[in-house]
């Protein structure tokens, strides 16, 4: 366990139908390879201890005596090993058999688990041999311990962590009503189903979907373990399908038809943080004392991640995906302007344009806009301001996309008003502070909003989510608008939203492309030789990290700690550990700074998961202090130093 990881595994090991000593030295090869690569649970099939093919065997006598002491010499031999151990065998108890799970730990038998749903319909007929589970749990004296039976049981990892994890077999995941409902309800994060699903046709999509859908419905892991090779083949086929995932998504999943053994980390940060977040998802008091809950001792060891952790969590990797995406965006972004232009019976909008990323797809939105609501392109005041730090390429790409696109574009240099009000407040032209940068700004805003009243129309703001993260804008500059198409726009994806656009759009796709070339500036200090001196991600980092750091704060609650764990996994090969805490810093320090800003930003679309709107998505004082995330930080430096 480290940083909330607990590392799972499904194993199903290729078995002998009936021979339970030979199943179970199959079995403790799986525990001591999994041990060995400080897997914490290790979960195997249903009946995997006999096979689940063994038909009327399960009623002979022979064959229970057998799984019961294939499952002790399991016990015995897991006494040296940190991990938890669950498998299923048929157990006979009360004068009935049940399709139960064995669980055990570092030679202790922990509980016993039986199944809820027996199905007896298409090649299923279980209840020739099996009873359901009791409604409460009861109480076995085996080796002189009280074990518990039932399927109320609750097994906590460890008390100093958050990791509890309960089970269901198989059939209990099909059902309306599955036992892992109230398993989450009474504080389960993580299911274990043990299961033996035939394969027909189509089957696995469905399987595949049903685990989806729980453990995104239950906010948890579910992890689903199958029988595998070695199962008879008398009338079905087993393929050990092995699933883990996490809130809806899978995180591994074997591969047809020899893949039986897979592993990963589960996040119970992110669970926890989600079921924190949702307040519909609660906790059943009222059910609590029907639960047994078993305490699971194991060593703390330190684990490396085998999970990819996706380094740009805004963008698919999937180039199918990520065309998907790009369009579904673009038609949110214009709808949303649409709306909001139907309301206020406006044909007019005003948007200053820079030949930067964020001003090039708003202006795109504001045409995509303009003609599914069939208005004249006219209506487009697109409008540029040279100054101090404006090169000739950005000035003239922007002439050149609007001249392509039917588009007006009035250049405006607002050089000499600039001049005039930094004299009329005593600043020296040659003195490039954050006076010299905003009044830039301020007078282009101050333009635009001018220029809107006047042509009876509204201003479209260009920042993009990034920026307001990092309040990276002049506040009462280009942090104001009458509407901010972009402000659900992380900057990572905002390039490929205009790259999309370019691959759709030939006649502009040279100076699309040129665009997402130039680095990111505001361009409000002097240019050398018609170059950019003012590179935006040299000042306050890298927006990859950046959105990264928001990504994992805002969706997922993560700490300091948590996220630095997870970008230096992330970009090992891009960024060094030093230089991930650097930015960090920043990013906290610029976040909570900048509140203020965020609290007096205009309207725009949630597009995405992430928001920062204060009327929606992020609430907090602009005077909230940070100083308990940055002693986080500084631990961490002291660490690695």
């Not at 202790?108 to 020739?128: A, C, D, H, S």
């Not at 602009?622 to 130093?641: F, G, P, Q, R, V």
Request: with cysteine; charged share 25%; hydrophobic share 35%.
């Amino acid at each position: 366990m480290f940083e909330n990881y607990i590392k799972v595994a499904c194993a199903s090991p290729e078995i002998k139908v009936g021979d339970c000593m030979y199943n179970a030295e199959k079995i403790l090869e799986n525990i001591k390879t999994s041990a060995n690569n400080k897997i914490s649970i290790l979960c195997l099939p249903e009946l995997c201890i006999t096979g689940y093919t063994c038909g009327d065997l399960f009623l002979n006598k022979t064959l229970l005596n057998s799984a019961w002491k294939a499952l002790n010499f399991l016990i015995e031999h897991s006494k040296e090993k940190e991990i938890i151990t669950i498998c299923g065998l048929p157990f006979e108890i009360f004068g009935k058999t049940f399709n139960a799970a064995g669980v055990f730990s570092k030679g202790k038998l922990l509980g016993i688990v039986p199944k809820t749903n027996i199905p007896n319909y298409g090649e299923f007929y279980e209840k020739r041999y099996f009873s359901p589970a009791f409604e409460k749990n009861e109480y076995l004296n085996i080796n002189n311990k009280k074990i518990p039976f039932g399927t109320k049981i609750i097994f906590h990892v460890n008390e100093t962590n958050n990791c509890k994890f309960a089970i269901e077999i198989c059939e209990d995941l099909w059902i309306p009503d599955s036992p892992s409902i109230m398993h989450s309800k009474i504080g389960a994060n993580i299911i274990i189903n043990l299961s033996a699903s035939n394969e027909v046709i189509g089957k696995s999509e469905h399987r595949r979907t049903q685990v989806k859908s729980q453990s995104l419905r239950l906010v948890c892991a579910y992890v689903y373990n199958s029988a595998g090779i070695g199962e008879s083949t008398t009338d079905m086929v087993f393929l050990g399908h092995n699933i883990i995932s996490e809130n809806g998504h899978i995180i591994n999943e074997s591969k047809f038809p020899k893949d039986s053994f897979i592993s990963s980390e589960i996040d119970l940060s992110a669970i926890n943080f989600e079921r924190r977040r949702i307040n519909t998802f609660k906790f059943d008091p009222n059910i609590k004392k029907d639960y047994d809950t078993i305490l699971c001792n194991l060593n703390q060891t330190l684990i490396t991640l085998s999970r990819k952790i996706d380094p740009h969590p805004f963008i698919p990797s999937n180039s199918e995906k990520m065309i998907e995406r790009c369009e579904e965006i673009l038609n949110m972004l214009a709808l949303s302007l649409e709306k909001r232009l139907k309301y206020l019976s406006c044909e007019t909008v005003v948007v200053g344009v820079s030949g930067g990323l964020d001003s090039t797809l708003a202006l795109l939105i504001i045409i995509k806009t303009f003609e599914s609501l069939k208005l004249n392109l006219n209506g487009i005041k697109a409008i540029t301001m040279p100054c101090f730090g404006t090169t000739k390429n950005t000035k003239n790409n922007i002439l050149k996309l609007c001249k392509i696109l039917g588009v007006s574009c009035l250049e405006i240099d607002i050089t000499e008003e600039v001049k005039i009000q930094l004299k009329n407040i005593n600043q020296s032209i040659e003195n490039h502070s954050t006076v010299f940068e905003n009044a830039q700004a301020r007078i282009r805003t101050l333009t635009l909003m001018n220029i809107a009243n006047k042509e009876n129309g509204i201003v479209v703001g260009t920042g993009d989510l990034s920026e307001i993260s990092l309040g990276w804008s002049t506040y009462n500059g280009d942090h104001m608008s009458m509407y901010n198409i972009n402000s659900g726009v992380p900057k990572t994806l905002i390039r490929h939203l205009v790259m999309h656009i370019s691959k759709e759009k030939q006649n502009i796709s040279d100076v699309l492309s040129d665009i997402c070339k130039t680095p990111i500036s505001p361009e409000l200090l002097p240019p050398e030789s018609e170059k950019i001196t003012q590179n935006t991600e040299e000042i306050i980092g890298p927006y990859e990290l950046h959105d990264f750091f928001l990504y994992h704060i805002l969706r997922w609650g993560r700490t300091p700690s948590e996220i630095f764990y997870l970008a230096t996994h992330s970009f090992k090969d891009v960024y060094s550990e030093e230089l991930v805490l650097k930015w960090l810093r920043v990013f906290y320090k610029r976040f909570f700074a900048n509140q203020f800003k965020r609290n007096a930003m205009p309207d725009g679309p949630k597009i995405g998961t992430i928001a920062l709107s204060p009327r929606g998505d992020f609430r907090m004082p602009s005077d909230a202090a940070c100083n308990i995330w940055i002693e986080e930080l500084e631990n961490i430096k002291t660490k690695i130093e």
